[in-house]
């Protein structure tokens, strides 16, 4: 029996010729991510093995950037933590205030994964990677602290399921609406501990900002990673960002999955993940009227130029509802830049959104967003658990760039279509 993409990546890192599902293996380790809440866990774990240097200074990255800049002591102490330990070891790869970005947006921006890699990261949606043909997981702090030392992890080969986009989205469709349809028709442990393969001729019609988005999101229906194809689009992204060389590898013909699915992207529609799960999904056509409190628009999931582009081309035509608060999170340095440049940063100000420096402040509840009791939010992030974005009665509504920013000019969960758009 063939071998899966995730499959042939991980036995070239084990150094065997082929490997199984369920199979047990050591594999080299490409890149070790971590950032300032979970990295502080790491390094005090390298303390109790009396470990003190990191296996190669290029090869770890870490990311200042859930509480940063610093919202109070505990968070800058974490931090000052991080600094520490960047500076003894020498980490080429230490991204702090200045030059910060989300790390999910930032790693692929400065050219540090490429095809055919192997990355763990101490966050969960370090499975973001996979776009870029990538094996990419997120892991524990203690798993982070061994890879940082040693350059080595150990996996259980996962088994695979295939989807098979074909067709070309609609206006104003994502790739948020994908993977929040997947999510929703598989459900949050659908894919568990499984590798979400995506082919298919529709992907063409996919942008690297689309493939971020929907293997980001991977791991809310509980996929050890997700990964796509590569393709023309992505050798091109990579030699714009990158020098490193990559590797591109191809599922066989007979390779083995647990399942096929097949999704006719020109059949989606907007789609709006309802309170407390991803997987409670509802299109936008089926929405009765629900008011809103906050929009966020941005974090590792759709804080891209793309979707930056996407909200501005609502917002330069309506204002804002007033009374609504619309929160703008641009997740690097240089998109922000670029959307200052391109004049999205002016359109959301005059619109009445505020916009922020990169952070994940409001993703996690940390923030530059908290929700207060009853409030509702509809956000382009990734989870939407109760209390997720601050009080246990608050809701949040995932959705789109699109629906986000529509929301956010009539205060209610909408789409452009409601608009006129």
Known sequence: MGMTMTQKI????AGLAEVKAGQLIEADLSLVLGNDITSPVAIHEMDKFNKQSVFDKEKIALVMDHFVPNKDIKSAEHCKCVRQFACQNGITNFFDVGEMGIEHALLPEKGLVVAGDVVIGAD????????LGAFSTGVGSTDMAAGMATG???FKVPSAIKFVLTGKPQPWISGKDVILHIIGMIGVDGALYKSMEFTGDGIANLSMDDRFTISNMAIEAGG?????PVDETTIAYMKEHSTKEFKIYEADEDAEYEAVYTIDLSTLKSTVSFPHL???THTIDEVEEIAIDQVVIGSCTNGHIEDLRCAAAILEKFPVKKGLRCIIIPATQKIYLQAIEEGLVQTFIKAGAVVSTPTCGPCLGGYMGILAANERCVSTTNRNFVGRMGDVTSEIYLASPAVAAASAVTGKISGPAELGL
């Open 10 to 13: 991980l036995a070239a890192a």
């Open 124 to 131: 969960s949606h370090t499975c973001t990677y996979g776009a």
């Open 152 to 154: 080595k992890a150990w």
């Open 224 to 228: 050890k990673n997700g990964i796509f």
């Open 278 to 280: 991803p997987e409670n």
